[in-house]
């Protein structure tokens, strides 16, 4: 029972490169259910049969109960036979011919999302290769969910604000900034749809709804003066966009010279004129 959620887009792309990565036959996992303490099993790969879909773990239970209770990686070698699990899903487990299970929490700002797990038919250690693996694989899905809710929270904070006011107000502040973080986290965003969402968003904050054609940016330069217009220095633009202080003097020279501005401050003036800035 594959779900059709950016989230569960994230677990089954994670399952697919543990399994590459590993050579575990088995990978399967889930995100937490809104609002109460269980995993429900949405994404399998390798499996042999539908015994595992849908299966709800709940927290404390099973293997993979006991990561969402400790918030850590758990395994087992004999899954049926552990004595250090309860045995609440031996049938399910059974069902689909699974030994040696590996459970790593997808854990984001302190609150478990998901659950990733790796396994093997036979009964024999995982190794700490495998385990570093499945850990690593969880860390992937732990940025791609916090990239996702920095991108909701943005978008919800500049949808309902047109871009108005006078030029020196705190909510034309509020806007630059917004402006400014969203150009900076698109390029992160993997999902094309989000990217999207978020580069329209850039363009509903702008006055006027685009550039003119006349002068032509590029994009990094665009996100270099968003971030001067938000009053950032030079150190901090290039924090916020991850790349070396001279990478942003070299795009603030360069949309300069397009804009015919002399100063740092006469390229926002013109980028706002032309209408690539809010």
């Known amino acids: 029972m594959a779900v059709d959620t950016a989230d569960g887009v994230e677990i089954r792309s994670a399952l697919v490169r543990l399994r590459r990565t590993t050579g575990l036959p088995v990978a399967f996992g889930g995100l937490v259910e809104s ?10 790969s390798g499996t042999a049969t539908a015994a595992l879909s849908a299966l709800a ?5 099973g293997l993979g109960g006991k990561a969402v209770a400790l918030t850590r990686p758990c395994a087992v070698t004999d899954y049926s036979a552990s004595r250090q699990i309860s045995h609440e ?22 609150r478990v999302r998901g659950v990733l797990y790796g396994a093997l038919r036979t009964a024999r250690p995982l190794g700490d290769r495998t385990l570093s693996a499945a850990v690593e694989a969880a860390r992937d899905v732990e940025q791609a969910l916090v990239l996702r809710d920095e991108a909701g929270a943005l978008l919800t904070a500049v949808r309902p604000r047109p871009a108005c006011g006078p030029g020196g107000s705190p909510a034309r502040e509020q806007v630059r900034e917004a402006h400014a973080a969203l150009r900076a986290l698109a390029p992160r965003i993997a999902d094309p749809a989000l990217r999207d969402e978020l580069l329209r968003a850039c363009g509903l904050l702008v006055a006027g709804g685009g550039p003119a054609a006349a002068v032509r940016l590029a994009p990094r330069e665009v996100d270099v003066l968003a971030w001067v217009a938000a009053g950032a220095t030079n150190a901090t633009a290039a924090r916020r966009l991850g790349v070396l202080p001279e990478t942003v003097k070299a795009y603030l020279r360069s949309a300069m010279r397009k804009l015919g501005a002399r100063t740092r401050g006469e390229a926002v003036v013109a980028a706002r004129r032309a209408g690539w800035l809010p």
């Open 89 to 110: 899903y031996d049938l399910p487990v059974a069902a689909e011919g699974l030994r040696s299970v590996v459970a790593v929490p997808v854990v984001v700002r302190r």
């Open 57 to 61: 773990v709940t927290s404390g239970n």
């Open 35 to 44: 609002g109460r303490r269980r995993v429900r099993i949405s994404e399998l």
